[in-house]
């Protein structure tokens, strides 16, 4: 039990929910009706299915990212920062739509891109060390310009997403952007924006609140920072 390592055990065991997940949907796919008027009262359809198969299989993808990036890129990624991940892949796929939490728990959508946002800035903070070809954040840099930087990095990637949830709907007619109820009915004006608006609203309080720990952090130099960034092996060094 000593030479357990719970957060490979973690790491394993979101990957291997993914991938039954995947195998899940798939099943229901091919038994569920195709139209909502041969279905029975509360069964999903074929096409609702399909968010939830789409959303696994990016996790499954998602989850293979990492040591994808560690053999290509010869990256050293903190084992903290693979947990926050691999929770947030299982918060978000497995429990959000897979278990339909966005629908059933309040505030579920909210509460994790206020972490996807803080997560995104304390990444921005391992860009700008690859943009300058560092291990840390360079002491030339003013503080003020390195948290700016990260803010507006996790913010950008927040409107990517939105981007990304966008065209997906419109493409495969799913419901990532919550601008209907579970079961397709649209919300009307301007209640079918507030899922977005508040989605970069708290994206960018996330993203407020790390790049306010990174200001700290580095400022008064306590290190905290350092714990969060990817970094590349140094040539020489085992």
């Known amino acids: 039990m000593k030479n357990f390592n719970?957060?490979?055990?973690?790491?394993?065991?979101?990957?291997?929910?993914?991938?039954?997940?995947?195998?899940?949907?798939?099943?229901?796919?091919?038994?569920?009706?195709?139209?909502?008027?041969?279905?029975?009262?509360?069964?999903?359809?074929?096409?609702?299915?399909?968010?939830?198969?789409?959303?696994?299989?990016?996790?499954?993808?998602?989850?293979?990212?990492?040591?994808l990036l560690r053999r290509r890129l010869d990256l050293i990624i903190p084992s903290n920062m693979l947990v926050l991940y691999a929770l947030f892949l299982y918060c978000a796929i497995y429990l959000g739509e897979v278990r339909s939490f966005y629908y059933t728990v309040p505030y579920w959508d909210t509460i994790l891109h206020t972490f996807s946002g803080a997560m995104l800035g304390a990444l921005g903070f391992s860009v700008i060390n690859f943009l300058n070809k560092t291990d840390r954040v360079p002491m030339n840099l003013s503080p003020?310009?390195?948290?700016?930087?990260?803010?507006?990095?996790?913010?950008?990637?927040?409107?990517?997403?939105?981007?990304?949830?966008?065209?997906?709907?419109?493409?495969?007619?799913?419901?990532?952007?919550?601008?209907?109820?579970?079961?397709?009915?649209?919300?009307?004006?301007?209640?079918?924006?507030?899922?977005?608006?508040?989605?970069?609203?708290?994206?960018?309080?996330?993203?407020?609140?790390?790049s306010a720990l990174g200001y700290v952090s580095l400022k008064h130099q306590k290190g905290w920072v350092e714990k969060l960034q990817l970094r590349r092996h140094r040539r020489g060094h085992s």
């Open 144 to 210: 003020i310009f390195v948290v700016f930087f990260a803010f507006c990095f996790a913010v950008t990637m927040g409107v990517v997403w939105e981007i990304y949830e966008f065209t997906a709907d419109g493409i495969l007619g799913t419901n990532m952007q919550k601008f209907g109820t579970e079961s397709g009915i649209p919300f009307p004006g301007r209640e079918a924006l507030i899922d977005t608006m508040q989605d970069l609203i708290v994206d960018s309080i996330g993203a407020l609140v790390m």
């Open 6 to 67: 719970w957060k490979k055990a973690l790491n394993y065991f979101v990957f291997l929910t993914l991938v039954a997940s995947i195998v899940f949907v798939t099943v229901a796919i091919i038994r569920a009706p195709t139209a909502e008027e041969d279905a029975l009262p509360f069964q999903r359809v074929k096409g609702d299915y399909v968010l939830m198969l789409l959303q696994c299989i990016i996790g499954v993808f998602a989850m293979l990212l990492p040591g």
